[in-house]
T-cell receptor
Framework: QQQVKQSPQSLIVQKGGISIINCAYE??????FPWYQQFPGKGPALLIA?????SEKKEGRFTISFNKSAKQFSLHIMDSQPGDSATYFC???????????FGDGTTLTVKP | KAGVTQTPRYLIKTRGQQVTLSCSPI?????VSWYQQTPGQGLQFLFE???????NKGNFPGRFSGRQFSNSRSEMNVSTLELGDSALYLC????????????FGPGTRLTVT
């Protein structure tokens, strides 16, 4: 069964700190790994994505680190802000398959 | 460019009834995927339509069905509603089904009583 395991379930970080969310996958056929941010009452919004031929991708304060051999990837949020407080989902999928397998989500709270 | 729109945003139905949800993708997008989001099960893939054909299907009973029209708009139907069908139903569109380019709508909150 295709699974993506995400941890931690919840995370509390002080403003200006680094938030780190980890995910692990099983299916080696996955070839793209997106992260989504979801605010209450909204649909998930694509934040950043990476392919397995790249070990790291950075966009602003958000960085994905990817370890293909360990089948793990993580999201780092630098200089975390209260506005970053949301639920974050990692996902994995196969290009052009039209579906993503999601992790269970991490609720991030950034305290001012 | 307008985003993905879903109607209605909220819906209350009774057990045994059926419901139809609608999704209008981003202009030019040909793939529409549907997901069910619940606190207990998280985000689960229902099915994907591309150019009016169902291309992928998740592990949901046959009570869940969908279709896509020539203008890429999609509908999802749930028949014989059960209490456990209460969820946020999300649709996501992409140009060609490349899931890393999926853009989600705000969802339809379905409550079954």
């Amino acid at each position: 069964q295709q699974q993506v395991k995400q941890s931690p379930q919840s995370l509390i970080v002080q403003k200006g700190g680094i938030s780190i969310i980890n995910c692990a996958y099983e299916n080696t056929a996955f070839d793209y790994f997106p992260w989504y941010q979801q605010f209450p009452g909204k649909g998930p919004a694509l934040l950043i994505a990476i392919r397995p031929d790249v070990s790291e991708k950075k966009e602003g304060r958000f960085t994905i680190s990817f370890n293909k051999s360990a089948k793990q990837f993580s999201l780092h949020i630098m200089d975390s802000q209260p506005g970053d407080s949301a639920t974050y989902f990692c996902a994995a999928g196969v290009t052009n398959a039209g579906k993503s397998t999601f992790g269970d989500g991490t609720t991030l709270t950034v305290k001012p | 460019k307008a985003g993905v729109t879903q109607t209605p945003r909220y819906l209350i139905k009774t057990r045994g009834q059926q419901v139809t949800l609608s999704c209008s993708p981003i202009s030019g997008h040909r793939s529409v995927s549907w997901y069910q989001q619940t606190p207990g099960q998280g985000l689960q893939f229902l099915f994907e339509y591309f150019s009016e054909t169902q291309r992928n299907k998740g592990n949901f009973p046959g009570r869940f069905s969908g279709r896509q029209f020539s203008n890429s708009r999609s509908e999802m139907n749930v028949s014989t509603l059960e209490l456990g069908d209460s969820a946020l139903y999300l649709c996501a569109s992409s140009f060609n089904g490349a899931a890393y380019e999926q853009y989600f709508g705000p969802g339809t909150r379905l409550t079954v009583t």
